[in-house]
């Protein structure tokens, strides 16, 4: 059952990009890394996944690095309403229970 | 879509009583999950199902919690008795497959005195 560590806090300047670490040193080979975040009272939002190679979408890119200890989740351009809690999840896919979402990174976007 | 459809938002009953939590996941997601966050345990699996059916309740906390789902569009988690330590904030998420993301609703604030 892999765990990740991650900061518990970060700040970034709007406009600028955030780039949040974490670390899985444990994980197995067939285990995702999954990021989601949650803004202040509501359900967590999705934002990226990936196994070994690093991934984009609309909302951020993901760095995995080669012996998939660590992961970077980038979001590019960070605004006021990026501030969220995010999480840094590994899991298989079918091990619901081992959706682990531990204490994430707050991250705090300031003018 | 509108999304997972939580209600109530907020609950606050008194320690003894009933409560029925409700949510009605994404049209066409065969998963939904039942998740329970607290600011000691973070965000915990209570219970998931796949096509009405459960198939993982090892989260469920004791057999004062319980959890159906009787059709594709709606799933109660019930707690009988509350006790105070209830209180938390429960979530309900869906997918669209065991390798697909989950969709989270806007959670249900349980407030047990």
């Known amino acids: 059952d892999a765990k990740t560590t991650q900061p518990t806090s970060m700040d970034c300047a709007e406009g600028r990009a955030a780039n949040l670490p974490c670390n899985h040193s444990?994980?197995?080979?067939?285990?995702?890394v999954y990021w989601y975040r949650q803004i202040h009272s509501q359900g967590p939002q999705y934002i990226i996944h990936?196994?070994?190679n690093n991934e984009t979408n609309e909302m951020a890119s993901l760095i995995i690095t080669e012996d998939r200890k660590s992961s970077t989740l980038i979001l590019p351009h960070a605004t006021l309403r990026d501030t969220a809690v995010y999480y840094c999840?590994?899991?298989?896919?079918?091990?619901?229970?081992?959706?682990?979402f531990g204490s994430g990174t707050k991250l705090n976007v300031k003018p | 879509d509108a999304g997972v459809i939580q209600s109530p938002r907020h609950e606050v009953t008194e320690m003894g009583q009933e409560v029925t939590l409700r949510c009605k996941p994404i049209?066409?997601?065969?998963?939904l999950f039942w998740y329970r966050q607290t600011m000691m345990r973070g965000l915990e699996l209570l219970i998931y199902?796949?096509?009405?059916?459960?198939?993982?309740d090892s989260g469920m906390p004791e057999d004062r919690f319980s959890a159906k789902m009787p059709n594709a569009s709606f799933s109660t988690l019930k707690i009988q008795p509350s006790e105070p330590r209830d209180s938390a904030v429960y979530f309900c998420?869906?997918?669209?497959?065991?390798?697909?993301?989950?969709?989270f609703g806007p959670g249900t604030r349980l407030l047990v005195l």
């Open positions: 998420a869906s997918s669209s497959g065991a390798q697909e993301t989950q969709y």
């Open positions: 444990t994980i197995s080979g067939n285990e995702y």
């Open positions: 990936g196994l070994k």
């Open positions: 999840i590994v899991r298989t896919i079918y091990n619901f229970n081992k959706f682990y």
């Open positions: 049209s066409g997601h065969d998963y």
């Open positions: 199902f796949n096509n009405n059916v459960p198939i993982d």
